[in-house]
């Protein structure tokens, strides 16, 4: 038993976890996995699953059988799945001392799986390792809170709090609007803060009954995995109050859409900000990660609005922005330099959507930033004032045509690997698929009679 592998047995034993939750993270941002007796988990240290588990659907679908068997051994064959001792959770909720443990996932040779989401965050974090830069993140979750409704067909509804009254309007910032929701997020802090994850922050946002959680500033693989944890944390509490919440990008018409807003900045070997010169300036370093931003996330748009539904949020008229202008404290520019010291200077890209699966947002977002760097791509002057309307940086508004582009991308490729940006685009294309096989409301609604 190697050393970190004993203090995770010791962390174990030590809190009498009799059940492990052997997790990893899918293409969608869905925890899958296996439940082990703690006796078997320190035996075993480890797991095995499928390789296909990593080109499966949001539905649980596979991908279309001859791409899945390029992609991977046409025997079907299983994969090795390594505890992070890093990365151990307590499952507070649980009736019995349970624990959930993330997993990195290798091939029989050893060798990390290159579909893996953490696999790929891994490997984006050791560029900058190798240019002796470390990235910082901080992301901010948006979610709503529904009724719970067991009936697809129907809208969500906001839901009751301790008043008995249902929100309606907007209450952007309102204290007592978040305080309707007391005891829920009570819990949902007590068991974040006995699971250790760094929360900051809780904010009513503009729609009925939308939140936000921040962050606080730090690693962003260790980042990564609190938001997969605390997104499985905000549902478990929300059904112990009897509500719902939801990280759909876009989950009720005519309300604001849900953001997964990312700070980032980059640190020299000293912890010294490199997007800062010594008199305190946005350095050259900090002006190429913008451009790269600018540049890429066109192209890898698909790794911030994962889903059909992710488009809805950039719809015209909607308050998120859809474009990659930059502009200092512009909330109307995809990418906002928000005012800071010269230490603290950062980027926020305002384009992932709460539903985008963490690892690769985050992979994706400091992917873009990096080959500004190193590339020394040039931005396009700041914004001032709206940038809505403007037009010459826009993105794809369309899942479909956001793949298309997302294909073409040589430098995912390069950077990356050709398995993961197959597979990637698989998984999308035939979860589109499927949603072009559904009968929605509007259709019956506006077209039974009408045509």
Same mark, same amino acid.
């Given at each position: 038993?190697?050393?970190?592998?004993?203090?995770?047995?010791?962390?174990?034993?030590?809190?009498?976890?009799?059940?492990?939750?052997?997790?990893?993270?899918?293409?969608?941002?869905?925890?899958?996995?296996?439940?082990?007796?703690?006796?078997?988990?320190?035996?075993?240290?480890?797991?095995?699953?499928?390789?296909?588990?990593?080109?499966?659907?949001?539905?649980?679908?596979?991908?279309?059988?001859?791409?899945?068997?390029?992609?991977?051994?046409?025997?079907?064959?299983?994969?090795?799945?390594?505890?992070?001792?890093?990365?151990?959770?307590?499952?507070?909720?649980?009736?019995?001392?349970?624990?959930?443990?993330?997993?990195?996932?290798?091939?029989?040779?050893?060798?990390?799986?290159?579909?893996?989401?953490?696999?790929?965050?891994?490997?984006?974090?050791?560029?900058?390792?190798?240019?002796?830069?470390?990235?910082?993140?901080?992301?901010?979750?948006?979610?709503?809170?529904?009724?719970?409704?067991?009936?697809?067909?129907?809208?969500?509804?906001?839901?009751?709090?301790?008043?008995?009254?249902?929100?309606?309007?907007?209450?952007?910032?309102?204290?007592?609007?978040?305080?309707?929701?007391?005891?829920?997020?009570?819990?949902?802090?007590?068991?974040?803060?006995?699971?250790?994850?760094?929360?900051?922050?809780?904010?009513?946002?503009?729609?009925?009954?939308?939140?936000?959680?921040?962050?606080?500033?730090?690693?962003?693989?260790?980042?990564?995995?609190?938001?997969?944890?605390?997104?499985?944390?905000?549902?478990?509490?929300?059904?112990?109050?009897?509500?719902?919440?939801?990280?759909?990008?876009?989950?009720?018409?005519?309300?604001?859409?849900?953001?997964?807003?990312?700070?980032?900045?980059?640190?020299?070997?000293?912890?010294?900000?490199?997007?800062?010169?010594?008199?305190?300036?946005?350095?050259?370093?900090?002006?190429?990660?913008?451009?790269?931003?600018?540049?890429?996330?066109?192209?890898?748009?698909?790794?911030?609005?994962?889903?059909?539904?992710?488009?809805?949020?950039?719809?015209?008229?909607?308050?998120?922005?859809?474009?990659?202008?930059?502009?200092?404290?512009?909330?109307?520019?995809?990418?906002?330099?928000?005012?800071?010291?010269?230490?603290?200077?950062?980027?926020?890209?305002?384009?992932?959507?709460?539903?985008?699966?963490?690892? *690769?947002?985050?992979?994706?977002?400091?992917?873009?930033?990096?080959?500004?760097?190193?590339?020394?791509?040039?931005?396009?002057?700041?914004?001032?004032?709206?940038?809505?309307?403007?037009?010459?940086?826009? *993105?794809?508004?369309?899942?479909?045509?956001?793949?298309?582009?997302?294909?073409?991308?040589?430098?995912?490729?390069?950077?990356?690997?050709?398995?993961?940006?197959?597979?990637?685009?698989?998984?999308?294309?035939?979860?589109?698929?499927?949603?072009?096989?559904?009968?929605?409301?509007?259709?019956?609604?506006?077209?039974?009679?009408?045509?």
């Amino acid at each position: 038993m190697n050393a970190p592998f004993e203090q995770l047995a010791g962390w174990l034993r030590e809190r009498r976890i009799t059940e492990v939750e052997c997790v990893i993270c899918d293409q969608t941002g869905i925890a899958r996995g296996k439940i082990a007796p703690t006796s078997k988990f320190l035996v075993e240290q480890g797991m095995r699953l499928p390789e296909g588990v990593l080109l499966q659907t949001v539905t649980g679908d596979p991908v279309d059988s001859g791409l899945y068997y390029q992609l991977l051994d046409p025997a079907d064959i299983d994969m090795f799945c390594r505890p992070d001792p890093a990365a151990a959770f307590l499952v507070p909720w649980a009736a019995e001392p349970t624990a959930l443990v993330i997993h990195d996932t290798y091939d029989k040779r050893g060798l990390p799986i290159e579909l893996s989401p953490r696999n790929v965050l891994k490997k984006v974090l050791r560029l900058y390792a190798e240019q002796g830069w470390q990235p910082v993140v901080a992301p901010e979750m948006e979610f709503y809170l529904t009724r719970r409704c067991g009936d697809p067909d129907l809208p969500f509804q906001p839901p009751v709090g301790r008043s008995g009254r249902q929100e309606t309007g907007r209450q952007s910032f309102s204290i007592d609007a978040a305080n309707e929701f007391d005891p829920l997020f009570e819990d949902m802090y007590d068991w974040c803060e006995a699971q250790g994850l760094d929360l900051d922050t809780l904010i009513h946002e503009e729609g009925t009954a939308q939140m936000e959680i921040n962050f606080r500033h730090g690693d962003p693989l260790h980042l990564a995995d609190q938001i997969l944890v605390f997104k499985r944390t905000m549902r478990e509490a929300a059904l112990k109050h009897n509500v719902a919440a939801t990280f759909m990008a876009k989950p009720m018409t005519g309300e604001p859409g849900s953001a997964m807003h990312l700070h980032q900045s980059v640190v020299d070997a000293e912890g010294q900000s490199v997007f800062s010169n010594p008199d305190g300036s946005m350095s050259r370093l900090f002006l190429q990660h913008v451009g790269g931003l600018q540049k890429y996330i066109p192209e890898l748009l698909p790794l911030f609005a994962p889903n059909v539904n992710s488009f809805r949020r950039f719809q015209p008229g909607t308050s998120a922005p859809v474009n990659v202008e930059w502009g200092e404290e512009n909330r109307t520019a995809g990418l906002r330099v928000p005012e800071s010291g010269p230490q603290n200077r950062r980027v926020e890209n305002r384009l992932p959507g709460a539903d985008a699966n963490p690892y *690769l947002a985050i992979a994706a977002s400091l992917l873009c930033g990096y080959i500004g760097m190193v590339e020394q791509l040039t931005p396009s002057p700041p914004v001032q004032g709206r940038s809505h309307e403007r037009r010459s940086l826009r *993105l794809p508004l369309s899942l479909p045509s956001a793949l298309d582009r997302m294909e073409g991308c040589q430098a995912l490729e390069t950077y990356l690997s050709p398995q993961f940006l197959a597979g990637y685009i698989a998984v999308k294309r035939a979860e589109q698929e499927n949603f072009n096989r559904i009968i929605s409301s509007w259709e019956r609604e506006f077209l039974m009679l009408s045509v």
